[in-house]
């Protein structure tokens, strides 16, 4: 009875251990992704299978951008509070909210804009195929920026 028991154990054992050794090697390059500080750019390099050239050039123009987003999304969360705040103290639509909603509303506008200009930059780095694919796929994140964090990791 012992034997059986000992014998189970050791199964038992040896295939937990080749579960954790599959897992892990199966999940080492997804985790190296996920805890990369350039996640976005990785997610790029793979996606549309970049080489060395195109990646470094990606890079180049993400490390470019993202002071040009991060004001732009400075000057979004001011102008939204701002909105918030005159939404709030009015019992009416006031030419103060009017004014507070266009300016919410001009610069989600200049946001979108930067935001292709610079999916049209990296398009350029790619061939004509990935161009394409890559455009179909951020389209949507220009459209409705909101949705931006929602899916799949774009380049900003």
Not at 27 to 35: I, K
Not at 62 to 84: G, I, K
Not at 98 to 115: G, K, N, P, T, Y
């Amino acid at each position: 009875m012992r034997r059986p028991l000992v014998l189970l154990l050791l199964l038992l054992a040896a295939v937990l251990a080749t579960w954790a050794v599959s897992y892990r090697a199966g999940m080492h390059a997804t985790h190296a992704l996920a805890s990369s500080q350039d996640a976005e750019l990785e997610w790029l390099r793979h996606e549309f299978r970049l080489d060395d050239r195109q990646f470094a050039e990606v890079q180049r123009l993400h490390e470019e951008y993202d002071p040009v987003c991060d004001r732009l999304c400075t000057r979004m969360m001011t102008a939204q509070t701002n909105l918030r705040v005159q939404i709030a103290k009015s019992q009416s639509v006031t030419p103060e909210v009017i004014q507070a909603l266009q300016d919410v509303s001009s610069l989600r506008q200049e946001c979108q804009a930067a935001m292709l200009q610079q999916i049209y930059r990296v398009g350029q780095v790619m061939s004509p195929d990935q161009r394409q694919r890559y455009l179909e796929k951020m389209e949507p994140h220009v459209l409705r920026p909101e949705m931006r964090n929602a899916e799949a990791a774009p380049s900003r």
